[in-house]
């Protein structure tokens, strides 16, 4: 049973253009919820996080969404550049135990 | 910067070895854990450890052990290495649960 899911498998698009990547959870003891970013032979870097508490956090061309009702997380990137192709995932703690428990990933090519 | 090393980068062994995936972090975190990687799986946590000596289970701790004697090192074992246990192993370090740094991988494979 997974408690978070990126259903998008793989994006694509153009670069410039925005890069909009999905996280759709179940449970309701998440309280802040992260996205990594990993390349081919690295291991994930921290990317940009977002507290339950907020709805938005921006840094720089990154910004994550947050809908708690819908149970439901975004991460835009804007503009999209060549370098930022890589694996995605969402990483939500649980509140209770501290534990990020990581999404499948989504793989992010930006043509140039 | 936070630096965490992991022994080896690829490893290949054969089915009923003993494997030793050994971690080791230099800023003086509480927190170590071991993930595995796979396709379409994204990353699951092994064992994790909150002190020297401590261990937890993760979500998938079957065919696993961990050690941890030192704080700096956080070593996942392989009792009886098999062929589904071929994989991205990820170790990482953090002060606090939601703050994880990773070492670069170690990939398994077992014939």
């Known amino acids: 049973d997974q408690q978070v899911k990126q259903n998008s498998p793989s994006l694509s698009v153009q670069e410039g253009r925005i890069s909009i990547l999905n996280c759709d959870y179940t449970n309701s003891m998440f309280d802040y919820f992260l996205w990594y970013k990993k390349y081919p032979a690295e291991g994930p870097t921290f990317l940009i996080s977002i507290s339950s508490i907020k709805d938005k956090n921006e840094d720089g061309r990154f910004t994550v969404f947050l809908n708690k009702s819908a149970k439901h997380l975004s991460l835009h990137i804007v503009p999209s550049q060549p370098g930022d192709s890589a694996v995605y995932f969402c990483?939500?703690?649980?509140?209770?135990?501290?534990?990020?428990?990581f999404g499948q990933g989504t793989t992010l090519q930006v043509k140039p | 910067d936070v630096k965490v090393t992991q022994s080896s980068r690829y490893l290949v062994k054969r089915t009923g070895e003993k494997v030793f995936l050994e971690c080791v972090q230099d800023?003086?975190?509480?927190?170590m854990f071991w993930y595995r990687q796979d396709p379409g799986l994204g990353l699951r946590l092994i064992y994790f450890s909150y002190d020297v000596k401590m261990k937890e289970k993760g979500d998938i701790p079957e065919g696993y052990s961990v050690s941890r004697e030192k704080k700096e090192r956080f070593s996942l074992i392989l009792e009886s290495a098999s062929t589904n246990q071929t994989s991205m192993y990820l170790c990482?370090?953090?002060?606090?649960?939601?703050?994880?740094?990773f070492g670069p991988g170690t990939r398994l494979t077992v014939l």
């Open positions: 800023m003086d975190h509480e927190n």
């Open positions: 990482a370090s953090g002060t606090a649960y939601n703050e994880q740094f």
């Open positions: 990483a939500p703690a649980e509140s209770n135990t501290g534990k990020l428990i």
